[in-house]
């Protein structure tokens, strides 16, 4: 069998009237994610995860931040074009495992409902795929609650 692995990283700013979406969950917070789509840190590290396994570059190639059609999209969508396309190349997700670092919201209650939603979205097992989440200490400007950042690694095996 026939072995990738690649990893992801992303961070996104902390503002005033978004909405904060993790892993494709709405979460409850008084801060959201700005950027191009819908700012899901996780998601983003993800699918950079698996673009990069396969050499295939990152997030930004396949779905530019000055495209207008990718205002406002839904990573979820995002995450399920980058899906088919590893499938196109032959090839399957083995496990993802990630880390998000947020001095707030608590995530916990949150997680399962993340691995649930991205489960769905990459067509595959819950088991599969593993979400932590930790603090930053204070340090940084995570630390200082400026932002949201995740980190991703995922396996990837030849589907043949």
């Known amino acids: 069998m ?11 700013q902390l503002v005033p009237e978004r909405p904060l979406i993790l892993g494709g969950v709405k979460l409850e917070h008084s801060l959201g994610l700005l950027g191009h789509s819908d700012a899901d840190v996780l998601t983003h590290a993800i699918m950079d995860a698996l673009l990069g396994a396969l050499s295939l570059g990152d997030i930004g190639h396949y779905f530019p931040p000055g495209d207008p059609q990718w205002a406002g999209a839904d990573s979820q969508v995002l995450l399920a074009k980058v899906a088919a396309l590893i499938a196109e190349q032959g090839w399957q997700v083995g496990n993802i495992d990630a880390v998000v670092v947020a001095e707030r919201p608590k995530l916990k209650p949150y997680l399962d409902r993340m691995r649930d939603r991205l489960a769905m979205t990459l067509g595959i097992d819950r088991d599969q795929i593993s979400i932590k989440a930790t603090t930053n200490e204070k340090l940084g400007p995570v630390g200082r609650e400026e932002g949201i950042a995740a980190y991703a690694v995922a396996l990837l095996q030849s589907a043949a």
């Open 2 to 12: 026939k072995i990738r692995i690649g990893n992801g990283y992303d961070i996104h």
